[in-house]
């Protein structure tokens, strides 16, 4: 069973710093990409970032480019999420994903397991 356990949400003002956590287990991680999405309210889920199994691979949202960084430490099963240049538009629930390719993917239909959730909440 997979279990993702996304970390680091809150409130900051516009302009400010974020970092998420997710922890896997359950699945191998280092064989599979992982992607954050994320859900404001009243909104469809929208695709933020995603990495290869390697690393070597990113792609990000036109949004969030720039701005966001994710990245990997696959000797400790984590994935992360630096958020730069915070906007109130980034306001959302974020969640982790893991995917089931290798490859990096901005498409919601191929990830086959989801965290919970964090909040982040960006105040103007």
């Known amino acids: 069973q997979v279990q993702l356990v996304e970390s680091g949400g809150g409130l900051v003002e516009a302009g400010g710093s974020l970092r998420l956590s997710c922890a896997a287990s359950?699945?191998?991680?280092?064989?599979?990409?992982m992607g954050w999405f994320r859900q404001a309210p009243g909104k469809e889920r929208q695709f933020v970032a995603t990495?290869?199994?390697?690393?070597?691979?990113?792609y990000y949202a036109d949004s969030v480019k720039g701005r966001f960084t994710i990245s990997r430490d696959n000797a400790k099963n984590t994935v992360y999420l630096q958020m730069n240049s915070l906007k109130p538009e980034d306001t959302a629930v974020y969640y982790c994903?893991?995917?089931?390719?290798?490859?990096?993917?901005?498409?919601?239909?191929?990830?086959?397991?989801w965290g919970q959730g964090t909040q982040v909440t960006v105040s103007s």
């Open positions: 994903a893991n995917s089931v390719r290798y490859v990096a993917s901005t498409s919601a239909d191929d990830y086959d397991h």
């Open positions: 990495i290869a199994f390697s690393g070597t691979a990113t």
């Open positions: 359950g699945r191998t991680f280092s064989s599979y990409a």
